[in-house]
């Protein structure tokens, strides 16, 4: 168990998240169990714990949901099945048999899903699949909760001569009443039952006349209830069975408690597991309640960096009321373990120390935490708090004499494995006397290796944190036009307490104020405006790095789309340009094939013809392969060359960027000679068609091939020759 102080638990409303979560629990014992909870400080019991609440919660959201837990309670069975000769009720052998029928269903299923949730199988271990008792309850009681008739030979033997009597004593009544009715001597209601016995009922002044037991009379006496004699023998008969039933069935319950003797316990065992499960149930339901996640757990170094961290409990009532709740980041670990939070008042500081400490309770109890899952956590082993004004009227003690007698106590206990977190530190007394106590008092925290985190309005505190390299400074964020809480956290920096920007915004006169600051030292005033002003040049500067942020990005897609863009006009330039020099040939070869054809008509000779036609096949077949031979050619320079660039790779990586300022330098008297102009025969850089420069535009040029037109730039045009005509 961990070293916590009742305080502690009062100070962070950690009962109120146990109430919270107990209302999840199915059983009355599952909810008294989580409301005893206290945090502890076994590692590996913790991790079980928490792996076991994670598992659970994870069964929620996939198709393989653990089956029913829910049981009877059975504790007072153990102390009973200790004493001989003791019988058991026929209820709690029910429950006994339902609760092994339960927890064999979930044993099945965790063993079929051990992969899936090994934890909550491990938890199986002290337990397995009892196949005797469910059956050997069964057959003796039944679903009604009655003991079977086959439940022994005599007592079916008993209960067949009962029902035998009981048809015996309906006719003999029936017989009495019949009779008596006939002679009228009974009231007009005829009968009744007295003692759970049919009477009859006998006007009192024939009661003489009829045989038989008076059993009672009317308010009035003008009725008499008289049993019948043959029919009050039988029932005499009755009663003697009844009483032989109820000694067989105790006979039997007695039998059947024996049986169960052995498996005392198994059946302890069993409801542990039970009631265990409903626990961890509990608790995933309330981590499903808060968001609640397993962060990444340190049992080496105390290292704790809680991301996007809420206040379950104000978490929880903001979801009610449909409000925001601003989550927190923070880290302590052995380079900063000692934060000092300061900022204005009602800035969030005291929340977010209730936040951290809450968490550790939380964490250190088993409970899945509100943060995000990229925490980071570790355990303590004791968590000390002094928050709030603890004034104690039972002892006298002024709210100072009571946070003095606090911190006596956290001198005693403060340790590496303590997390301490005091709200205004140092409050109480006179400014300057009682900071330096605070001070003093810090450093001694500090120099025992403690972790903690306080808040505090006083310099002489931030200035330490400072200096000491163990300690940081952190502000809760103020909007410095607004003067409203952000209720950010902001490590790194002290806070300041915005006094009297606060104090003019609540509407007092500029002239009191202006007083109070010249009744107080300037370097004080010079110290809480520099701050000041170190806050709103940060919110400047995140709200400027936000705007490049988004400008970059946008500047990158921009750029990005353009590359494309370009990409898809290079490649449907290069088509059309295949696709004009593939006319070109097809014209050309139609001009030769035209020919041919009409020097045939002049001729009508067809051996020319034929040969003609033959030798423009070779040579356009010539004309292929030679391309093919060139285009196979290139292919293999290229990869040779490519080969022999891998090769210097290494080399020329080095001398880049050398190169590339060279290349530079260099590109001005790359500037070609020729000038363009319209009606200039040009080709692409890397194309063989020719075409007209129509316009020329800054440095975009309209050319035309003839079959179509298209825009490039300048500088992929190469001279070819000038218009002719000029």
């Known amino acids: 168990m961990a070293k916590i102080p009742l305080k502690t638990l009062e100070d962070l409303e950690y009962n109120e998240v146990l ?55 059975c504790t007072t069975v153990f102390s009973l099945l200790r004493i001989d000769n003791s019988i058991l009720e026929i209820e709690t052998f029910r429950n006994i048999a339902s609760n092994t029928e339960t927890t064999n269903t979930l044993l099945k299923f965790l063993t079929k899903f051990a992969s899936y949730y090994p934890t909550l199988f491990r938890c199986t271990e002290s337990i397995y699949e009892e196949k005797e008792i469910k059956p050997a309850v069964d057959n003796v009681i039944d679903r009604f909760g009655e003991v079977r008739d086959r439940a022994s030979d005599e007592l079916f033997r008993i209960r067949k001569e009962m029902n035998q009597l009981r048809s015996k004593i309906g006719t003999s009544f029936t017989k009495a009443l019949r009779l008596y009715a006939q002679a009228d001597y009974l009231d007009d209601i005829r009968e009744s039952v007295q003692d759970n016995r049919r009477v009859l009922a006998v006007k009192a002044m024939y009661r003489r006349k009829v045989k038989g037991a008076v059993l009672g009379s009317s308010k009035t006496g003008s009725i008499v209830f008289i049993e019948p004699e043959t029919t009050h023998a039988l029932s005499r008969e009755l009663n003697n069975l009844q009483f032989e039933e109820t000694e067989e069935i105790n006979k039997i319950l007695r039998n059947l408690t024996h049986f169960l003797r052995p498996f005392a316990p198994y059946l302890q065992a069993q409801h542990e597991f039970l009631l265990k499960m409903d626990c961890v149930y509990a608790k995933a339901c309330y981590a499903r309640e808060i968001n609640g996640v397993l962060p990444e757990i340190n049992t080496e170094t105390t290292t704790l960096e809680y991301k996007a961290a809420f206040h379950p409990l104000l978490y929880s009532t903001h979801q009610r009321e449909n409000k925001p709740t601003y989550p927190q980041d923070i880290a302590l670990h052995p380079e900063q373990r000692i934060v000092v939070i300061s900022g204005p008042n009602a800035g ?60 006596k106590y956290f001198l005693k206990k403060c340790s590496s494995s303590t997390l301490f977190l005091i709200d205004e530190f140092g409050t109480g007394s006179d400014p300057e006397l009682g900071g330096a106590l605070a001070e003093a008092i810090l450093e001694d925290f500090y120099e025992r290796n403690a972790f903690g985190l306080i808040t505090t309005h006083y310099a002489n505190l931030k200035a330490l944190a400072d200096e000491k390299p163990g300690m940081v ?84 897609k921009e750029s990005e789309e353009l590359e494309t863009t370009n990409a898809k006009l290079k490649a449907k330039l290069y088509s059309y340009q295949e696709l004009y020099d593939h006319h070109q040939r097809m014209i050309q070869l139609g001009d030769k094939v035209n020919g041919i054809a009409e020097r045939f008509f002049e001729t009508n000779k067809k051996r020319p013809l034929i040969a003609s036609l033959l030798q423009l096949i070779e040579t356009e077949n010539a004309k292929r392969k030679r391309k093919s031979a060139a285009i196979a050619k290139k292919d293999r320079e290229a990869k040779k060359k ?56 800054k440095n975009q040029a309209i050319v035309n091939y003839g079959q179509f037109t298209t825009q490039v730039n300048v500088d992929q045009l190469v001279f070819v020759s000038s218009d002719k005509k000029k």
Do not use: W
């Open 473 to 556: 400074n952190a502000n809760m964020q103020f909007d410095n036009k607004t003067l409203e809480p952000v209720f950010k956290l902001i490590m790194g920096e002290a806070g300041s307490s915005f006094t009297f920007e606060v104090a003019q915004k609540n509407g007092l006169p500029y002239s009191l104020i202006n007083r109070a600051k010249k009744k107080i030292e300037k370097g004080k005033v010079r110290f809480d405006a520099t701050i000041a002003k170190l806050q709103k040049e940060r919110s400047t500067l995140q709200k400027t790095e936000q705007s490049l942020k988004s400008q970059e990005q946008k500047a990158a």
């Open 642 to 697: 490519q080969e022999v660039e891998l090769q210097k790779t290494l080399i020329e990586v080095r001398k880049e960027k050398k190169i590339e300022k060279r290349v530079e330098k260099q590109k001005p008297a790359q500037i070609p000679t020729v000038v363009l102009k319209v009606g200039d025969r040009v080709r692409l850089e890397d194309g063989r068609s020719t075409g007209t420069i129509e316009s020329l535009k």
């Open 19 to 73: 109430r919270q979560c107990a209302s999840h629990a199915i059983t009355p014992l599952g909810k008294q169990e989580i409301n005893a909870l206290l945090p502890g400080n076994d590692k590996a019991e913790l991790m079980e714990m928490l792996q076991a609440t994670s598992e659970f919660r994870a069964s929620f959201d996939n198709d393989n949901r653990i089956p029913n837990h829910g049981f009877e309670d």
């Open 348 to 407: 969030g500081k005291s929340i977010t120390l209730k936040t951290i400490g809450l968490l550790q309770l939380m964490l250190q109890s088993g409970f899945l935490l509100p943060v995000h899952e990229r925490s980071k956590a570790c355990f303590f082993e004791r968590i000390l708090t002094d928050i709030g004004d603890n004034q104690s009227i039972e002892n006298h003690l002024s709210t100072y004499s009571y946070r003095l007698k606090n911190m």
